[in-house]
């Protein structure tokens, strides 16, 4: 069975009052129509009657006058002609009112026959009145013989006049009892009709307010929730109904369905553009907003803010070791592990790549600082079992007056390095010595600007040797500085500064043609060798640089080494261009040295991209070779590693005859380090006499050109 909309009910309900209202119209037409011609005919009957009246009133004056004549006439008395006149008119307007002004009159059909019997004792009883005027006017004595036959007319006439005159009340009062019957039964159908029609209009009523106006008003109820966010506004009322409430109700359910969906996605976009996708936590973004937050708000409150900076150790490896997924697992592992140890006022957020923050509040710091430090250390302690162990490097540091979140990060995190400078896996606080630190990298950083146009850096030069001979074979360029009040500042400490600040490619090339000046000074046959830093790669045109520098100071590219640290073959999507820049320089007979090798995580990795002409073993390691066993394990690999591939070895930071006598016995072809020169304004073109003494003797021609 289809449904039946509203709008069908409602205009069947309104179409059938309708209706009613019609019909009692049409039989209000109708009895009206009834009682117009009735009327008409109790018109009809009332002329009718009124005719009758008066020729009744005729009748009796005639007969009174034919009387009153005859009577004179019996006793001879005389009479006028006048009178006789007079007497015959009447007679003759009573015979002419029956005969022609009532027969012209309609009469109803059940009234035909009493009124022709009425006219006809009109008419007989006036022909007898006339022969009885005619015989008391000519034969007196006749009179009396027409005197009989005149009262039995005279009676017939009364009698008939009588018949039609009850006949004529009688159609009347039938009529008239017709019409107030009539109009009581049409007031008593009116009646009926209007209350059909309320009792109609009330159930219309009543039906439209418990099925359209109350669940319409349940459904703009729930719109005006639905707009207001409630979101306990669940259920639509009225659903289920098959009209077109029910429609209006599925089409609200289906909007509030948009609307939650809407806002669902609305909150995910939220929660994306504030948190991290693959640990859940809040991005540099709400971190951001959350410390700018809260340095606005702990001055009124008297508390302090607390920022960590907070980085994974050896995250890198993990990912060497395990690949993607593995650094995946470790980041959650992280953010599990400082989500834990967190009071839960405190934010953890994670800025980028294996680097979290801590936003932490209180009034007693740093002494809450340092408790939630000991947590995460202990925490991070407790993995050491774990396949992939969590290990982190901690910075903090304390807001001070009105201090911007920025900056305050930017301590923590140098707060951060620090902690991995002093062997990783631990925490330091930006402290007051910390500040000076910062200071004085800030003014070491703004002095070196200018420093090679005012003097204050200089080239020192170490000698490189045979390892058999000590025969000074090259001169590595060591970049100085001597700062005119803070006095020589060490390469580790400037170096880093010039890299950050982007100064370190105009100090690069600086360096490499003060380098190049003072080679052309040199025999032929010894190499200089320039460091090269990873920053310097971001130059598209440095082998073109370095090589336009050499033909101007006419030195030949194949005397030139350069010294690259694994970290700059390490560059990600700057690998390609690095590796360019090194074929380049390579393809022009300059030979690329491989500095502090067996420190980076991948240098077997960059043995099979890349061709090195020559590898220097990391000075730590030759430093403890002789009483550390695998550091002296690990030099005597790269030395075996270095002949099965044709790549010289040179052995860094030799100090003790001891130790060239080990590198000796394994075959390292090259050594450096002060026991054969330290650096020196000007090169130095023998060994160390102390190392001599246990050396094969240098060749004396090289001896005399020094």
Known sequence: MLPTSISTRVAVAFGAVLVLLLASLVGGLMLGRTIIAENATLRQLTVLLRAEERQDQLQRRLRLRVGEVTRLAEQRREISPARWAAVGAALG????GSAHVLPRLPVPDDLRAPVATSR?????????????????????????RRMPAFLAE?????????????????????????NAHALVSNLHFRLAGAGVVLLMLL????????????????????VRQLSGGDETALDVPGAARRDEVGDLARGIAEYRGAVEERRRAERRVEFLAHHDMLTGLPNRLLFEERLAQELLRAPRTGERVAVFAIDLDEFKSINDRFGHAGGDEALRAAAQLLSA??????MVARLGGDEFAIVQVSADQPATAEMLVQRILRACEATAGDTVPVQMSIGVALSG??????????????????????????????DDQFKEEVR????????????????????????????????????????????????????DRFIPLAEASGRIDSIGLWMADQALAAASRWPDHMTLALNLSAIQFRQPTLAHELLALARRHRVAPTRLEFEVTESATLLDKRRQPVLTVLRTLQHHGAAIVMDDFGTGYSSLGNLREFRFDKLKVDRSFVATMLDHAPSGSIVRSIAALGASLGIPIVAEGVEEVAQL?????????????????????????????AATLSARPVAPQWVARS
């Open 661 to 689: 006598a080990r590198l000796r016995e394994w075959d390292i072809p090259q050594v450096q380090g002060f026991l054969i020169g330290r650096p020196s304004r000007e090169a130095i073109h023998c060994a160390d006499p």
């Open 93 to 96: 307007d009573f015979h002419r």
């Open 401 to 430: 007056v009105e201090q911007a979140g920025e900056e305050l990060y930017n301590l923590a995190d140098m707060a951060m390095y620090r902690a991995k400078a002093e062997g990783r896996h631990t925490a330091r606080f930006f």
């Open 203 to 222: 159930g219309c009523m009543a039906w439209l307010r418990r099925r359209v106006i109350r669940p319409i008003v349940a459904i703009a109820e729930r």
């Open 154 to 178: 005279l009676r017939t006439l009364e009698r008939s006049r009588s018949g039609l005159r009850g006949a004529l009340v009688e159609r009347v009062d039938a009529g008239l009892t017709r």
């Open 440 to 491: 004085l990298r800030w003014r070491l950083s703004r002095d070196l600007e200018g420093a090679a146009e005012r003097g204050e850096l200089y080239l020192a030069f170490q000698p490189i040797a045979d390892a058999d001979t000590l025969e000074v074979i090259g001169q590595e360029a060591l970049l100085r500085w001597a700062h005119p009040e803070l006095g020589d500042i060490r390469p």
């Open 341 to 346: 140890c967190v009071r839960a006022s405190d």
């Open 120 to 144: 006809a004792a009109e008419a007989r009883f006036a022909s007898v009145s006339l022969d009885l005027l005619h015989d008391a006017h000519r034969t007196p004595d006749r009179i009396a």
